[in-house]
């Protein structure tokens, strides 16, 4: 029996400071610990800090020719400038993660919209916002198993300054439980 063919176009965004391109960096490194084949291309406004951010990242188990996410199975957004520039991109029956700390208006789409109070919970369970975006990934790979949780793990380990490494497990343990609390409920 063959493999069936899989390729996700996955796109992460919002603004600079989030950290989603780190987040963008996990993911491509954990589908690449999963023996997937990836590409990962990022963007940012002049900006370092608020201007405009995202993250692509392509998993796919075969080769592919167009090394850019252009229509999307899965968007991450965790601004509302965010969300509202890159949803027309989202392919119907698609998926939208938006943290509704701050993504407050959607625009009905034929997609699974799922939407949490990621920077909030971060703050609150973690006392900082900072691991938002590794939280957020997190549920984004519960939800639509592009990757293991190992190798997210071991890509979060390896990607994350020494001191911040617990931190952000902590953080992605979080957003694993989200997910799968979210998907008990259906």
């Not at 954990?30 to 995202?54: F, M, N």
């Not at 997190?138 to 949780?149: A, M, P, Q, W």
């Not at 190798?151 to 439980?177: E, F």
Request: include cysteine; aromatic fraction near 6%; proline fraction near 2%.
């Amino acid at each position: 029996m063959t493999e069936r063919k899989f390729k996700k176009e996955i796109r992460l965004s919002g603004s600079g400071g989030q950290g989603l391109i780190t987040a963008g960096i996990i993911l491509a490194k954990a589908a690449i610990l999963d023996k997937a084949i990836v590409t990962q291309t990022q963007s940012y406004g002049p900006e370092s800090r608020g201007g405009a951010s995202r993250a692509d990242v392509i998993i796919s188990n075969s080769e592919f020719y167009f090394p850019e996410a252009t229509k999307f199975d899965v968007l991450l957004t965790l601004t509302q400038e965010a969300c509202d520039k890159y949803s027309v991109n989202l392919k119907d029956n698609g998926i939208l993660i938006a943290d509704n700390t701050f993504v407050k208006n959607i625009v009905l789409m034929d997609s699974e919209i799922y939407e949490l109070p990621f920077t909030e919970i971060a703050q609150k369970k973690l006392g900082t916002e900072l691991p938002a975006n590794i939280m957020s990934l997190g549920f984004l790979v519960k939800i639509t198993g592009v990757v293991s949780e190992s190798s997210l793990k071991k890509a979060i380990k390896s990607s994350i300054k020494r001191r911040y490494v617990d931190l952000n497990l902590k953080a992605v343990k979080i957003g694993l439980k989200l997910a799968h609390n979210y998907i008990k409920e259906d």
